[in-house]
């Protein structure tokens, strides 16, 4: 196992996650830069992981990484496709040991808002900006064993307090996710593209657990909306292995998950680049048949 | 003797005899299987007042919402996933273009049970997610009580019957006996639950190919009012075992949707300036179709079932 010596953040994230699969978790994952996560996972060093997506794919055997949480790959040589009640009643009941998803907008305490951003004057019913709602997501995070959030660290996405909690980390603070009756245990970890973050065992409150090369304290400080408090042995991040990113890049043939596009922005409406670039991408790779 | 009149109907009499304005309606599937003729062809006939009750919907959320055909959802999730955000959902909800819409919100698995409660013919489930979250806050119609058993909170989701459902499937008989393939989402259910039910399909085949693997027929006969061969139905969406996923079509879409103007024309080019599904697959063109398919086949065939004797 070598490290690569070049990686892009994105790369990093994604190796990040796939490590903290296990072989004997059960994934609930959700759609973008998880999705890579679990199936260089599942490619590597936890082969006997299942991942289950919401669509109802369990265990899938695919040569790219699927466009969406139900895209046909969530199914194809898969161990079993069941219907979508069945995977969260699964998940319900306490068979996934392992979510992971991502957001728009987290606060302190690890709650995610992927419904609305109201903006100043805005509410609920007429907010600046609309995002897309739960889908899946506060399920997941209600009731997976772990649970892990993939994010931007953008200006204003980290608050002290979401406008509005769809999917629950933490709630309040300590205690506030068994009052409330969830089952999950919430997330353990923030993966950004500057830096990680964890959960402070009594207080609940996210902190810096680890810092991206080159990136400082002062800078994730000033994105996020809390006096946000820092890990005292910060950790150094484990790079991605040329392996991981082997896999990464052959998993997402057209680049367009990892966001590394490998169609230029003018042809990226182009039927015929599409279907040349990831029909050469399948014919060259073999990883389907080793894994 | 009575006769029975055909379930057998063509796409544009189907939406014409169950889709009215002002009803409920639930399309299948998500994103595979998500029917985008079915949409296309409601907003042809111009059906409005309509409330969209869905799990997650992509690309004919957009439409039908960009067309102005639905005033209320229930749902969890509305985006162009994959490809970008739901522009013109946003358009609605922010700036009521082309006009605002009632919203009610639960998570996709708040979403599958009402289909299940619905389906059971049970007034409501409960459910063990959304709890502390603003989902509950904001939408009356989630009850969260003590477990009247002794225990911690539930929530209650009611149960959904819309007045139609169109779900797609890779095959069925004339009866409406359907199968499906890969993905199921809340089908099994959102068939039982509605109470008009037209399946559209890859494929009509005889009963006898439905008898030989009957483990696969996901919507018996008896939940079906209708049936509708719609060859490539779900483009630029996908079908296991029949074609792939056409992101190049649905990032033109997305693009167009980033003006009014721009959907307007869309709409206008791929809906209203075409007589039906069959002048749509020639406009996409039979090459693309026919390499969308090849891209599928060349990853997962649908296994073919062999009888001896």
Avoid at chain 1, 95 to 106: D, F, W
Avoid at chain 1, 130 to 142: F, W
Avoid at chain 1, 247 to 263: C, E, H, N, Q, Y
Avoid at chain 2, 235 to 259: E, I, N
């Amino acid at each position: 196992m070598s490290y690569a010596e070049k990686y892009s953040t994105s790369e990093l994230m994604a190796a990040f996650v796939s490590r903290q699969i296990r072989n004997d978790d059960v994934v609930f994952i959700g759609i973008g830069l998880p999705l890579v996560a679990g199936v260089v996972a599942v490619a590597t060093h936890a082969p006997k992981a299942i991942l289950i997506y919401e669509g109802g794919g369990i265990g899938a055997r695919t040569r790219r990484v699927p466009w969406s949480i139900s895209d046909n790959p969530t199914t194809d040589n898969a161990i079993a496709a069941v219907p979508m009640w069945r995977v969260f009643s699964d998940m319900q009941a306490g068979y996934v040991t392992l979510g992971v998803v991502g957001g728009a907008e987290i606060d302190r305490f690890g709650n995610l808002n992927t419904t609305a951003i109201y903006g100043r004057g805005g509410s609920y019913r007429h907010p600046k900006v609309r995002l897309a709602g739960s889908g899946g997501a506060n399920d997941i995070a209600s009731s997976a064993g772990r649970l892990i959030i993939m994010m931007h660290l953008g200006k204003g996405k980290f608050v002290d307090r979401v406008q509005f909690l769809t999917t629950p980390g933490y709630i309040s603070g300590p205690g506030a996710r068994e009052e409330a009756g969830l089952k999950g245990k919430g997330p353990e970890y923030v993966v950004t593209e500057k830096c990680i973050f964890a959960f402070d065992e009594k207080t609940k409150e996210m902190y810096l657990k680890l810092l991206y090369p080159g990136v400082t304290v002062e800078e994730v400080k000033q994105l996020v909306g809390w006096d946000l408090k820092v890990a005292a042995n910060m950790e150094k991040p484990e790079p991605p292995t040329e392996q991981q990113i082997r896999l990464m890049k052959a998993f997402d043939p057209d680049g367009s998950i990892m966001k590394t596009p490998k169609i230029a922005p003018d042809k990226w409406e182009d039927f015929d680049a599409f279907y040349e670039l990831i029909k050469a991408a399948y014919e060259s790779n073999h990883i389907y048949n080793s894994y | 003797m009575q006769v029975q009149e055909s379930k057998v109907l063509t796409l544009e009499e189907a939406v014409c005899r169950y889709v009215y304005d002002g009803c409920s309606i639930a399309l299948g599937a998500i994103v595979s299987r998500e029917p985008m003729a079915v949409a296309s062809e409601i907003v042809r006939q111009k059906k409005k007042d309509l409330t969209f009750v869905n799990d997650s919907s992509v690309d004919p959320a957009e439409l039908l919402i960009a067309a102005g055909c639905i005033r209320r959802v229930e749902d969890a999730y509305i985006w162009m996933g994959g490809v970008g955000p739901a522009h013109n959902y946003r358009r609605a909800v922010q700036e009521g273009i082309p006009h605002y819409l009632e919203i009610e919100e639960y998570s996709n698995y708040g979403i599958s049970l009402r289909f299940m409660a619905g389906a059971m013919g049970v007034p409501f489930l409960p459910t063990k997610s959304m709890l502390g979250s603003d989902m509950v806050a904001h939408n009356p119609r989630i009850k969260v009580i003590p477990d009247p058993y002794g225990g911690k909170p539930v929530a209650l989701v009611p149960a959904s019957r819309p007045d139609v459902a169109f779900i797609h499937a890779q095959r069925a008989d004339a009866e409406g006996n359907a199968q499906i393939w890969g993905m199921v989402g809340n089908d099994d259910n959102i068939a039982r639950a509605a109470k008009a039910v037209v399946i559209t399909c890859e494929e009509i085949v005889p009963t006898s190919e439905i008898r030989k693997i009957p483990n696969m027929t996901a919507i018996p006969s008896y939940c079906v009012s209708a049936v509708v061969k719609v060859p490539f139905c779900c483009h630029p969406l996908s079908v296991s075992g029949y074609y792939w996923l056409d992101q190049p079509f649905r990032r033109s879409f997305s693009k167009a949707s980033k003006t009014r103007e721009g959907v307007v024309a869309w709409i206008d080019e791929w809906v209203y300036d075409l007589k039906n599904h069959e002048e749509y697959m020639n406009k996409v063109g039979m090459d693309r179709l026919s390499k969308l398919r090849q891209m599928e086949l060349d990853n997962y065939h649908i296994p073919t079932i062999e009888t001896t004797g």
